[in-house]
């Protein structure tokens, strides 16, 4: 049985990645830096032949930080940006394949792009000072959602644990009138922030 146009995709893309040293697992891509730190690369999949890459940068350190929180993903990118915005002029946000096409050339492009762009984003974020420092200075670059519980984790594992602390009392406050579901799970998340990291 052939495999599905969106499979025969992906597979064309894991074959050009592979000298890269990018490696699949699961839905993503992953580069070992070294010190469990690695590149990410995912997808996003319109349709079943246009392919939205998105690049990124995991830690081990924070994903240890959340599990002791009970939350995020394991391997989810600390930072992350789709590929087109890293992309100077004319920037290409996704690209469309043919079923049954001739892949390698639109993947031999995809990954030169990636390289291109998305590989500096990576090497520059590797570095978990430089991140932490940037994140600290421009806490608007992270989601709504997610900047109490990245910064709050940033600074406990940058020894700071009253200035995370602080981080998730704005974000209360934010949301002292709300019931909506990420208003609980915030106060959820204070309430385990104490029990993990107390004093």
């Known amino acids: 049985m052939r495999p599905s146009p969106k499979t ?12 890269t040293g ?3 697992r699961g839905h993503v891509w992953l580069q070992d830096c070294g010190d469990g730190v690695s590149g990410w690369l995912g997808f996003g999949v319109a349709g079943s ?5 998105l690049v990124g940068v995991c ?4 994903d240890e930080a959340c599990k002791a929180l009970g939350v995020g993903f394991r391997a989810a990118p600390v930072v992350s940006a789709p590929l087109g915005h890293l992309m100077e002029d004319k920037p290409v946000w996704k690209w469309t394949f043919t079923p049954g ?3 390698a050339p639109l993947v031999a492009s995809l990954v030169a792009a990636f390289l291109k762009h998305g590989k500096p984003y990576i090497d520059k974020y590797a570095k978990w000072d430089t991140l932490a420092r940037e ?7 992270l989601l709504d959602f997610e900047r109490a519980r990245k910064l709050a984790v940033v ?3 940058g020894g700071n644990a009253g200035a995370a602390r602080e981080a998730l009392q704005k974000e209360t406050e934010r949301v002292a009138d709300s019931r909506d579901e990420y208003a609980r799970s915030h106060r959820a998340l204070v309430h385990r922030f104490e029990i993990a990291f107390p004093g």
Request: proline share 8%.
């Open 155 to 157: 600074h406990v594992l």
């Open 49 to 53: 032949l246009e392919l939205t890459p």
């Open 101 to 103: 096409g001739d892949h």
């Open 8 to 19: 025969d995709v992906l597979m064309a893309v894991d074959t050009a990645l592979r000298p």
């Open 22 to 24: 990018f490696v699949r």
């Open 135 to 141: 994140l600290v200075a421009k806490p608007e670059s």
């Open 59 to 62: 830690f081990r350190r924070y």
